[in-house]
Nanobody
Framework: QVQLVESGGGVVQPGGSLRLSCAAS????????MGWYRQAPGKQRALVAR???????NSADSVKGHFTISSANAKNTVYLQMTRLKPEGTAVYSC??????????????WGQGTQVTVSS
């Protein structure tokens, strides 16, 4: 009964910026990590960035330098700040969380995805 809900997707011009948010809610005991994946048409889903509960971050080489992941642990929320966006950044961006429920089960949960389109 854990839900991840993304927001902030939309259409932006090349070179523009966009900030995605993902809020986790439900029967949460502990969040160990949260992250973002993306999938473009005809391509495999790939990790964009992730952050652990202690603040350690990792990101794909393709986005280093212009994508930044951060979190607000008290709000069970993770963000993805995207700058200098390129048309190849167009994809469905999905939020994921490694989350333990009160019963002690640890599961990777997924949001519904949010569309990011970089076009002009």
């Amino acid at each position: 009964q854990v839900q991840l809900v993304e927001s902030g997707g939309g259409v932006v011009q090349p070179g523009g910026s966009l900030r995605l948010s993902c809020a986790a809610s439900g029967s949460i005991f502990r969040i160990y990590a949260m992250g973002w994946y993306r999938q473009a048409p005809g391509k495999q889903r790939a990790l964009v960035a992730r952050i652990t509960k202690d603040g350690t971050t990792n990101s794909a080489d393709s986005v280093k330098g212009h994508f930044t992941i951060s979190s607000a642990n008290a709000k069970n929320t993770v963000y993805l700040q995207m700058t200098r966006l390129k048309p190849e950044g167009t994809a469905v961006y999905s939020c994921t969380g490694l989350i333990a429920t009160p019963g002690g089960v640890v599961t990777n949960y997924w949001g519904q995805g949010t569309q990011v389109t970089v076009s002009s």
